[in-house]
């Protein structure tokens, strides 16, 4: 992903960021046709389960004039989420093929760097020696997993915990200040903020998440704290599939989830940037 992006730095861009909803979750060639060829797209969801300033802060330094930037973050992760700004040893998986990424980062601010560094050191010496292209053959020239997912029996749910957590995004916590500023820096480089959501599975929920209604919860913090210039350009509900569309976890989509997720981010992202050339930005 960190190569087409770069590779394609001086062109126009259509860069989508998350966890691995997006890499399981979109299908870039659909975007691609739907826009005329007018952007590169980049499908830059990897792995959740990691510190998201660090990769924001990679994709940022590749961003110019022009570009449409749409962060999709998982509604239960607080990396995504910027919750929690710490490492993991994935953080330096996603370097294995290019360290000099690491000096792209600000990571003044990355809680346990070393600890994470040291571990993920520790793991690499128990590998069996192979080759990096050993394991990425399942993903495809544009970032997406593009290996067979049939649907799912309807109704399919998986282990996740929880579905939304507003808890990470309400009154009191620093994640849309964070969030409002690394979508500052990215506006920064001429490009442009839209918020989608990651896909949920309906059939997810617990009792007490689906009684409180928790993706309403959480879409109001989002819209109340995230700045005007970043506009959340989808309905959550649109978002909210049932369990067939599921592959293997509750944000992994199947072939057919991906299509459809991906066709209403499309429609969604046609919407937004018609209300931006009818108000004369960018």
């Known amino acids: 992903g960190m190569d087409r992006l770069i590779l394609n730095a001086d062109k126009k861009k259509m860069v989508f960021f ?15 046709y739907a826009f005329g060829g007018e952007y590169v797209v980049c499908n830059m969801g990897i792995t959740g389960g990691t510190n998201a300033t660090f990769q924001l802060d990679c994709i940022t330094r590749y961003l110019g004039e022009g570009d449409v ?41 990355v809680e346990g760097f070393w600890d994470a560094f040291a571990e993920s050191n520790a793991l690499r010496d128990e590998l069996t020696p192979g080759e990096y292209t050993d394991r990425n053959s399942h993903y495809n ?35 849309l200040a964070r969030l ?13 903020v839209f918020f989608s959501y990651a896909p ?6 617990s009792a007490a998440e689906y009684a409180s209604r928790s993706w309403e919860t959480f879409d109001a913090f989002i819209r109340g704290g995230l700045d ?13 599939l049932d369990g067939q569309y599921f592959f293997d976890t509750d944000y992994h989509l199947t072939v057919h989830g ?25």
């Not at 799912?152 to 995004?169: A, C, I, L, N, Q």
């Not at 005007?228 to 909210?240: C, G, N, Q």
């Open 200 to 205: 949920a599975n309906a059939s997810a929920f």
């Open 180 to 192: 409002n500023e690394y979508y500052g820096r990215i506006e920064d480089k001429g490009a442009r």
């Open 228 to 240: 005007a210039r970043f506009p959340v350009i989808s309905a959550v509900e649109d978002y909210i």
């Open 69 to 109: 930037f749409i962060h999709a973050p998982e509604e239960m992760n607080p990396h995504q989420l910027l919750h929690t700004t710490s490492a993991t040893t994935r953080m330096f998986q996603m370097v294995e093929s290019n360290y000099d990424l690491l000096a792209l980062a600000d990571l003044s601010g």
């Open 18 to 32: 998350a966890g691995c909803s997006f890499s399981y979750g979109l299908d870039s060639p659909m975007v691609e």
């Open 141 to 175: 020239e544009y970032g997406d997993i593009d290996t067979l997912r049939p649907d799912s029996p309807p109704g399919s749910r998986f282990e996740t915990k929880s579905v939304f957590r507003p808890d990470y995004v309400g009154p009191g916590t620093a994640s």
């Open 258 to 282: 991906a299509q459809l997720r991906t066709q209403r981010l499309i429609d969604d992202i046609r919407v937004a940037l018609a209300k931006e050339r009818e108000g004369g930005q960018h």
